[in-house]
C-alpha cells in the first residue's frame, strides 16, 4: 500500500533552519496534492503549506516569507524548507497526500523542537 514517511524534525534554536521530507512509497500514481500539517500540544491539527500537481502553493499566514514547499515528482517526495524558525513552530509535523484514484494518506509525524 501506498506509505508516507516524513523525516528531517529535531531539536534547534529559534533563528534556525530545518528541512523536513516526505518520501512517498508503493504505487500512488497521480497525486493531485501534497501537504505539510503541524499539531502543538492541545491544539488542532493546521494546514502548514500544500502543493499541486502543477505546482500552485498555498501557506499558512504564520509561515508565509519563512517557509518554502516544494515537491520532486519523479522521487514522488515533498520537501518543506523551514527558516527563521520561532518557538510557536513546534510541533509534530505530518506530510499528507491525496493519491487522485486512491484514498488519501497520512505520514507518522515528525517533531520539531523550537527552543527560545
Known amino acids: 500500500q501506498v506509505q508516507a514517511v516524513e523525516s528531517g524534525g529535531g531539536l534547534v534554536q529559534a533563528g534556525g533552519s530545518l528541512r523536513l521530507s516526505c518520501a512517498v512509497s508503493?504505487?500512488?500514481?497521480?497525486?493531485?496534492?501534497m501537504g505539510w500539517y503541524r499539531q502543538a500540544p492541545g491544539k488542532q491539527r493546521e494546514l502548514v503549506a500544500s502543493?499541486?500537481?502543477?505546482?500552485?502553493?498555498n501557506y499558512a499566514d504564520s509561515v508565509k516569507g519563512r517557509f518554502t514547499i516544494s515537491r520532486d515528482n519523479s522521487k514522488n517526495t515533498v520537501y518543506l524548507q523551514m527558516n527563521r524558525l520561532e518557538p510557536e513552530d513546534t510541533a509534530v509535523y505530518y506530510c499528507?497526500?491525496?493519491?487522485?484514484?486512491?484514498?488519501?494518506?497520512w505520514g507518522q509525524g515528525t517533531l520539531v523542537t523550537v527552543s527560545s
Open positions: 502543493i499541486t500537481s502543477g505546482g500552485r502553493t
Open positions: 508503493g504505487s500512488p500514481g497521480i497525486i493531485n496534492n
Open positions: 499528507n497526500l491525496k493519491p487522485y484514484f486512491l484514498l488519501e494518506v
